[in-house]
């Protein structure tokens, strides 16, 4: 909040105004500059306060500027240090020096370039060889990014969000997608018990991968098995499939789950929905999916 201060009066008035910064004041103020606007007469004595406040309040502004090159606790060498890691960090700090304005257009454009270098470089392994969350959402789930401009939404909206597949198929997706779901390598982490996949003798870690692709479970086999069709663009020699209803790959990479993420087909979204539904099978009822709290 700002203090008062003093006006003294020029010549022939011989009156000393005090004044306060506060709502009365600001709405005088924007009274009078529609007046200015219109062109009517009024006195200047309201305004000469708000144009004092205004000029010391950049001198003490500039004088926090000027400081920032010596003391690093100032506002002003605060502010600039948000400038770390942006490609036109230097000019930034030039113009903040020279009191000159800082175009947002080329400031946004440097903050996303920022953003996406932080969102690329982790690429971090947790305990036991498994991936992060964030790795694993960046390979495997992930859209592209768009062209980085200063207008427009960065990410692209998945498309699942667009279509009417109801609410339980909805949070489905977007659990799995998350990796908020009961796959052992995520429910390990409060239960204690072993990520190895419990429904089949792979003893591979059981997440979002294993369930896809590798699992040889009764279930899973008979799903894909059912969505056959999502996996025809995948290399044939790694699909063991028998008499006995086996159908489960070899071996699968982040690219095949990235690729079967980008699948733009309804199944898809109905093949991750019911494979969340088994694994939450012995889970307690789903009210937020079923549009209500108990």
Same mark, same amino acid.
């Given at each position: 909040?700002?203090?008062?201060?003093?006006?003294?009066?020029? &010549?022939?008035?011989?009156?000393?105004?005090?004044?306060?910064?506060?709502?009365?004041?600001?709405?005088?103020?924007?009274?009078?500059?529609?007046?200015?606007?219109?062109?009517?007469?009024?006195?200047?004595?309201?305004?000469?306060?708000?144009?004092?406040?205004?000029?010391?309040?950049?001198?003490?502004?500039?004088?926090?500027?000027?400081?920032?090159?010596? %003391?690093?606790?100032?506002?002003?060498?605060?502010?600039?240090?948000? $400038?770390?890691?942006?490609? !036109?960090?230097?000019?930034?700090?030039?113009?903040?020096?020279?009191?000159?304005?800082?175009?947002? &257009?080329? $400031?946004?454009?440097?903050?996303?370039?920022?953003?996406?270098?932080?969102?690329?470089?982790?690429?971090?392994?947790?305990?036991?060889?498994?991936?992060? *969350?964030?790795?694993? @959402?960046?390979?495997?789930?992930?859209?592209?990014?768009?062209?980085?401009?200063? @207008?427009?939404?960065?990410?692209?909206?998945?498309?699942?969000?667009?279509?009417?597949? +109801?609410?339980?198929?909805?949070?489905?997706?977007?659990?799995?997608?998350? #990796?908020?779901? &009961?796959?052992?390598?995520?429910? %390990?982490?409060?239960?204690? #018990?072993?990520?190895?996949?419990?429904?089949?003798?792979?003893?591979?870690?059981?997440?979002? !991968?294993?369930?896809?692709?590798?699992?040889?479970?009764?279930?899973?086999?008979?799903?894909?098995? *059912?969505?056959?069709?999502?996996? @025809?663009?995948?290399?044939?020699?790694?699909?063991?499939?028998?008499?006995? +209803?086996?159908?489960?790959?070899?071996?699968?990479? %982040?690219?095949?789950?990235?690729?079967?993420?980008?699948?733009?087909?309804?199944?898809?979204?109905?093949?991750?929905?019911?494979?969340?539904?088994?694994?939450?099978?012995?889970?307690?009822?789903?009210?937020?999916?079923?549009?209500?709290?108990?």
């Amino acid at each position: 909040m700002l203090g008062s201060c003093s006006l003294q009066s020029g &010549k022939g008035v011989g009156s000393r105004a005090e004044f306060k910064f506060n709502k009365d004041n600001v709405r005088v103020l924007r009274r009078n500059l529609r007046r200015i606007k219109l062109g009517a007469d009024i006195p200047i004595a309201p305004i000469a306060p708000i144009a004092i406040a205004i000029f010391q309040l950049l001198q003490l502004l500039g004088a926090d500027i000027d400081m920032s090159s010596i %003391s690093k606790k100032c506002w002003a060498s605060e502010f600039m240090t948000a $400038f770390q890691g942006l490609d !036109r960090r230097n000019c930034f700090i030039q113009n903040v020096y020279s009191r000159q304005p800082i175009g947002i &257009k080329d $400031f946004v454009v440097d903050l996303r370039n920022r953003h996406r270098s932080v969102w690329l470089s982790e690429d971090q392994v947790e305990h036991g060889g498994q991936l992060s *969350k964030l790795t694993k @959402y960046h390979n495997w789930v992930a859209l592209p990014f768009r062209h980085n401009s200063a @207008y427009g939404r960065p990410l692209h909206t998945p498309r699942y969000l667009y279509l009417d597949l +109801g609410r339980h198929m909805q949070r489905n997706i977007a659990c799995f997608r998350l #990796h908020a779901h &009961k796959l052992r390598v995520e429910t %390990s982490l409060w239960h204690g #018990h072993t990520p190895h996949c419990d429904l089949c003798s792979s003893e591979q870690l059981q997440d979002e !991968r294993h369930a896809i692709f590798l699992c040889s479970c009764t279930f899973l086999c008979c799903l894909r098995r *059912k969505y056959a069709y999502l996996f @025809y663009d995948f290399s044939a020699h790694r699909i063991v499939i028998n008499e006995e +209803g086996s159908f489960y790959f070899s071996h699968a990479g %982040s690219e095949d789950v990235f690729r079967f993420f980008q699948y733009q087909d309804n199944g898809n979204y109905r093949f991750i929905s019911e494979l969340m539904d088994f694994f939450q099978r012995t889970e307690q009822p789903n009210y937020l999916a079923k549009g209500y709290v108990p």
